[in-house]
C-alpha cells in the first residue's frame, strides 16, 4: 500500500517571512492582512513572523534568498501586486518575479511561496486582495503551512 504524506495546516512552532512590496501598497497592505490573520488561525504566534517590506515586486527574490540563506525561517511568504498599465511592462516584471521566487524556493530547499496578485486594474486587485475573490496573502499563508510543514514529515 502506498504510504501517503501530506502537511498539516498547525502553525504553533513554525517561524516565517513575510516578504511585502511597498509598491501598490493599497493593495500589498490588505494581502499582508490576510497573511497575518491566517498565519495567526492557524497557530502562529505573533513573534514568530518576521515582515519585511522591498521598494518593488522585482526586490523580492533577492531580499528572500537572504532571508532564506540565513536559516532561521520554516518558509517565506512572497506578497505583492503587479497591476497592468498601459505597457506590456507589468508582464515583465510579474514574470522575473515569479521565476526569481520559484528559482529561491529550489536554491535554498526552503518553500518560498508565491502571493503575488496580477491584475489588469485596480479594481481586480482589490477583489483578490480581500473583496469578493478572498485575499491571496491569506491564501499564501495556509500554503506555506503546509508546505513548511510536509518538508518536516518527509525529511
Known sequence: MAKHYEGILIGKGLKFAVVVSRFNELITTRLLEGARDALV???????????????????????????????????????????????PHSEYVASEVNRGIGRVSLDTGLPVIQGIITADNLEQAIQRAGAKEGNKGSVAAVGAIEMANLLKTIQ
Open 41 to 87: 488561525r492557524h497557530g502562529v504566534a505573533e513573534g514568530d513572523m518576521d515582515i519585511v517590506w522591498t521598494p518593488g515586486c522585482l526586490e523580492i527574490p533577492l531580499i528572500s534568498k537572504k532571508l532564506a540563506q540565513s536559516n532561521k525561517y520554516d518558509a517565506i511568504i512572497c506578497l505583492g501586486a503587479v497591476i497592468r498599465g498601459g505597457t
